[in-house]
């Protein structure tokens, strides 16, 4: 070793998570050092929500020109390059990466060394030439595409998140295995931006969200051309020639043939842990992650883990909500508890889908009297002036009117979910989202318009009515 470094801190992983933990601890003037054997910014920045975000933004412009129609706008079909739709893609990443740079935490006050790291003991990591012994380690190392055992798919070459961004020749026709977030936006994108789309999923397309509302999206996702199977079982992938993919699957309506010039693998992520050495440190782990409690500490006391590498939510904003709490922890001793109800997400096709909170199924099997609340997007004024009144809101509400959950599917729906996650992190009650003002014309009336619903059944009570009637009489 050359160097034996001592910090208070030490993360390991430069994505979302480990990035906050390192900037935040160092602007309070305590010794970091962030290790990092990849890029800097970690798979949000370089493989995931932006460069995926930036090319939704292409695909809608795309759809936008094709469907103006209703605005007295004759439609056209756009004309794509995409080899600028790539450019555009990576101007972006570029656009942000200064923000994650070496250069930038360095000036910061934080030592980064750019190698693989590994636990030699429960006390001490080795970095290269580094032997780093700190007094808290922080693990950030995120996650990678999940590949599935599926017969024949080590024989050909496929596309992950981490590949999909690099291509600047359209593929022909993409076949997408997995129906979850990752593979609905990219099957939605592509689609739009002039590939022909297949799309498969063993269970169901969004199995994990709200059924009801699920539903305005594959049916949007079939209305724009691409093929959705569900419920399909995939019994082998092969070569078919030079420039093609073949999927044979099987399905409650027989098998059938797939074939395709390029395969997408979106069927989710695992946990990076296996280069750490994490049983030498006693940390306990699986398949689903690093094993922590509540206030995100290892079965090594000196350890947290955050993001995806704790098991958890696999989301930017969640690990950056774990970066908070373990600061708290470390720095001021704080207890702290993470609370996976209050943490949103949001999957970003058209029409956008989004969830907080409990969902009905959720709430129903917990065994809790529930009031569900809905509005539909096209009973909005702002809706109808912009022809997005494809959606709804529905909004679980518990006792005394407390808000349980919220999930919304339209226009925008990732941006009106943030109201509602703090409504369920404050556990704040359905009379306050009805009675604050919301400007006119919004979309976010549509949240107001559903939490005003609760109070109907009181108009009726005929105790409410002989009251309004007794008061009548004071003039």
């Not at 590939?195 to 969200?209: C, I, K, N, Q």
Request: glycine share 10%; charged share 25%.
């Amino acid at each position: 070793m050359t160097s034996t470094l001592t910090p208070d801190i030490c993360v390991i992983g430069a994505g979302s998570g480990g990035l906050s933990v390192a900037a935040a601890a160092a602007s309070f003037g305590v010794s970091v050092v962030l290790v990092e054997k990849a890029r800097m910014g970690g798979d949000c920045l370089n493989y995931g929500c932006v460069p995926s975000k930036a090319l939704i933004a292409a695909a809608r412009r795309a759809e936008a020109m094709r469907s103006a129609g209703p605005f007295g706008i004759a439609g056209v079909e756009p004309e794509i390059d995409f080899a600028k739709v790539n450019r555009h893609v990576h101007g972006v990443i570029a656009a942000i990466a200064p923000n994650d740079s070496v250069e930038r935490f360095t000036a910061l006050g934080v030592r980064v060394i750019e190698t693989e790291a590994r636990f030699r003991d429960a006390r001490t990591l080795i970095a290269g030439d580094h032997e780093i012994c700190a007094r808290r380690f922080v693990i950030a190392t995120g996650s990678s595409p999940a590949i599935p055992p599926i017969p024949g798919l080590d024989k050909v070459e496929f596309l992950t998140n981490e590949t999909i961004f690099d291509l600047a020749d359209r593929p022909e026709r993409l076949l997408v295995i997995g129906g979850g977030a990752i593979g609905t936006e990219l099957a939605q994108a592509f689609r739009r931006l002039g590939s022909e789309v297949t799309l498969v999923e063993a269970a169901a397309v969004l199995g994990r969200e709200d059924p009801e509302l699920a539903a305005h999206v594959v049916d949007q996702l079939r209305a724009e051309g691409v093929k959705i199977f569900e419920h399909a079982k995939i019994s082998s992938v092969e070569r078919r020639d030079e420039a093609g993919i073949r999927v044979r699957i099987s399905g409650k309506d027989g098998e059938h043939l797939l074939e395709g010039t390029h395969l997408l693998v979106a069927i989710g992520r695992k946990p990076v842990t296996a280069s750490l050495g994490l049983d030498a440190a006693g940390i306990e782990h699986s398949p689903r992650g690093i094993t922590v409690d509540a206030g995100l500490r290892t079965t090594n006391r000196r350890i947290y883990a955050i993001g995806d590498v704790a098991g958890g939510p696999q989301f930017t904003h969640a690990a950056n909500y774990h970066a908070g709490l373990v600061l708290r922890s470390i720095l001021f001793r704080m207890p702290v508890r993470e609370n996976h109800v209050a943490i949103p997400r949001v999957t970003f096709t058209d029409p956008e889908l989004a969830h907080v909170g409990l969902s009905e199924a959720d709430a129903r099997q917990a065994g809790k009297r529930i009031s569900v609340l809905r509005w539909p997007y096209s009973e909005n004024d702002r809706a109808q002036t912009e022809r997005k009144t494809e959606g709804l809101i529905k909004l679980i509400v518990g006792r005394r009117g407390r808000i349980l959950g919220a999930s919304i599917v339209g226009a925008d729906a990732g941006e009106m979910i943030n109201m509602w996650a703090l409504a369920i992190s404050r556990r704040m009650k359905v009379g306050a989202l009805a009675g604050y003002v919301a400007p006119y014309p919004t979309m976010s009336e549509i949240g107001k318009r559903a939490a005003i619903t609760y109070f109907i059944n009181a108009t009726r009570k005929p105790i409410v009515r002989r009251l309004v009637r007794c008061l009548r009489i004071f003039g």
